[in-house]
Every structure is written in structure tokens, then in C-alpha cells.
């Protein structure tokens, strides 16, 4: 019994240690245009922000971790307004009614997608949350999957260096 107690508390040790990796920098890589809906039913394409840097934040309303990103996000999307930089939070794996009444209880301005066209296979987000910052040309600067705090502070310098 102790022995058992012990491989579960282990493991659960190495879950929370690998729940939220490092940033990856990624090899320059042109990922290919998509097209998704926003919460009002509007059209947005990926290749409409061509020139800009954008971020994809790949995301459930049902993910704790995803929850806690929320108010850095919220400031990240408001430090960053004036310049050529986009959010695009997509939601995955999520009800339309729960994203909307989300996005409204938390004060949400910045676009949020429905992924129900699979882009989040297309960039291998696997987990959620995941981070993917595109440069201007629509390569993968880099890739962080979960969430920590204060990580959208530092990716808001990797965010200017690529303005």
C-alpha cells in the first residue's frame, strides 16, 4: 500500500513538473492560413494579419490553467493595442454558448475563435493552453505549452523584438 501511495505521489510530482514546458524556439517555419469563425460569426483569416505579429492562444473555458491565463492576457492584449501586434484566442473543444457568456464575465476584447476545423492539430497544440507566436511572415518564433505566471510578461519582450 505504501508503495502504491508512493508511485502515485511520484507520478503526480512529474505530471505537475511537465504540465508546463519551457518556451520553444522554433525553426522558422511558415505555417499555412486558416479561416475560422469569432464568437459574433464573423470570418477571420489568418493571413489578414500578414505584417503583423500575432499570437495564437490555443484555450478551453473548462481548463483551469487556461482560466488563470485570462487577466494576463487581458493585460498583454492591452499593453500591446497600439502596436502591429494581434491576439487570437481559439478555443478549443468548447461549447459556443460557454465561450460567449465567458468572454462576456471576464471583460474579453480581444478576438476569440471557435477551432472546429482542427488548427489546433494543424500547430500541434496537443495541450492547452498553448502559446504560438508568430513573426510578421507567419513563421513560428516560438511555442509554450501550459501556463505559468508572469509568462506573458516575458513573452511581451519576445512579442517587441519581433515588431
Known amino acids: 500500500m505504501r508503495l502504491l501511495t508512493l508511485t502515485a505521489l511520484l507520478l503526480l510530482c512529474a505530471l505537475a513538473l511537465f504540465a508546463c514546458d519551457k ?9 499555412g492560413d486558416f479561416t475560422l469563425h469569432d464568437i459574433a ?13 500575432v499570437l495564437l492562444e490555443f484555450w478551453a473555458t473548462w481548463c483551469p490553467p487556461c482560466r488563470q491565463a485570462v487577466p494576463e492576457l487581458k493585460q498583454l492584449h492591452e499593453n500591446m493595442k497600439d502596436e502591429e501586434f494581434v491576439l487570437l484566442a481559439i478555443a478549443v473543444k ?8 465567458f468572454v462576456e464575465e471576464h471583460g474579453i476584447e480581444y478576438t476569440v475563435l471557435l477551432d472546429n476545423k482542427g488548427v489546433d492539430d494543424i500547430y500541434k497544440a496537443y495541450t492547452i493552453p498553448t502559446s504560438i507566436l508568430l513573426d510578421k511572415e507567419g513563421n513560428v518564433a ?7 505566471p508572469g509568462m506573458f510578461k516575458d513573452m511581451e519582450k519576445d512579442i517587441r523584438e519581433l515588431l
Open 23 to 31: 518556451p520553444e524556439q522554433a525553426i522558422k517555419m511558415e505555417m
Open 142 to 148: 516560438l511555442t509554450h505549452r501550459g501556463f505559468a
Open 94 to 101: 468548447d461549447r459556443l454558448s460557454k465561450i460567449r457568456r
Open 41 to 53: 460569426g464573423v470570418e477571420v483569416s489568418l493571413k489578414s494579419f500578414r505584417g503583423k505579429v
